[in-house]
């Protein structure tokens, strides 16, 4: 059983997956914050490769992006950061990145590295699915990583099914169409997408993403779902608190109530 597989079958529910930028606030910083991540209990991290033109992230990420990039974050650079982390940490790391930006590392060579250092899974929401199945999942499998498919509340149960087919590890569960940001509550049609979701017993668990800011987002993305997962809003507290310990001190405590 690896790593991913562990942590869904030790605990049920409330899983919470965060998402950074490496290389922000400051180039060197990438290390620490996956350290106090898990330190402070947190069951999962995505690691969001910084790309000059990403689709799906709202303002907070683009800007941490952009900065990471002029600390002079790069993918090589990240593999150096990340050659001994699994000497620190023990928990799942994902990959989250744009596959443009992969494609200047080659996407075998991209896996293989990954595995290397100790990566689980990988997230690329602009490989479509057919495309992905086709020319890149025997890639995926050559190596052993997750591949970590996103559904929405526009993707039709045929589709739903699919992914789960071809997805392993977990499914990605967007909270909307619209890009990452923060949000104050889901309302009643979201919660009913992820009603409807959960009721079709998918053989992947899902994580909701997209709007998971606060108490009330996270337990009612967790009532449908094994848990969810935060970004925009751990960024805003990397870039308003004075050290990365107190950054997830405050989102823990916003987020899940954690003291």
Do not use: W
């Not at 998402?19 to 898990?38: A, S």
Request: aromatic share 10%; charged share 20%.
């Amino acid at each position: 059983m690896d790593r991913i597989e562990a942590l869904f079958a030790r605990k049920k529910s409330r899983i919470l997956s965060v998402y950074f930028t490496p290389g922000y606030p400051k180039l060197n910083d990438t290390v620490e914050v996956i350290k106090t991540l898990e330190q402070q209990g947190v069951d999962m991290i995505e690691i969001g490769i910084p790309y000059s033109d990403p689709m799906a992230d709202g303002p907070v990420i683009q800007k941490s992006s952009q900065i990471a990039l002029a600390n002079g974050i790069s993918q090589r650079t990240l593999f150096a950061q990340l050659e001994n982390i699994r000497q620190e940490v023990s928990i799942p790391l994902v990959f989250m990145g744009y596959l443009n930006t992969i494609m200047q590392f080659g996407f075998e060579n991209f896996c293989q590295k990954a595995k290397e250092i100790g990566i689980d899974a990988l997230i690329i929401p602009d490989i479509p699915l057919d495309v992905y199945e086709e020319e890149y999942k025997p890639i995926v499998d050559k190596y052993g990583l997750h591949f970590v498919l996103l559904i929405t509340p526009e993707t039709s149960p045929e589709r739903v099914r699919k992914i789960d087919e071809v997805s392993s590890g977990f499914i990605y569960m967007v909270s909307s169409a619209a890009t990452t940001g923060t949000q104050i509550s889901f309302g009643g049609e979201k919660q009913a997408y992820f009603q409807g979701i959960a009721s079709m017993n998918l053989k992947n668990p899902t994580l909701v993403g997209f709007g998971v800011s606060n108490q009330a987002t996270f337990d009612a993305a967790c009532e449908y779902s094994r848990g969810a997962i935060v970004g925009s809003e751990f960024i805003k507290q990397l870039t308003a608190q004075p050290t990365i310990q107190q950054a997830v001190a405050t989102m823990l405590a916003k987020v899940t109530g954690q003291k």
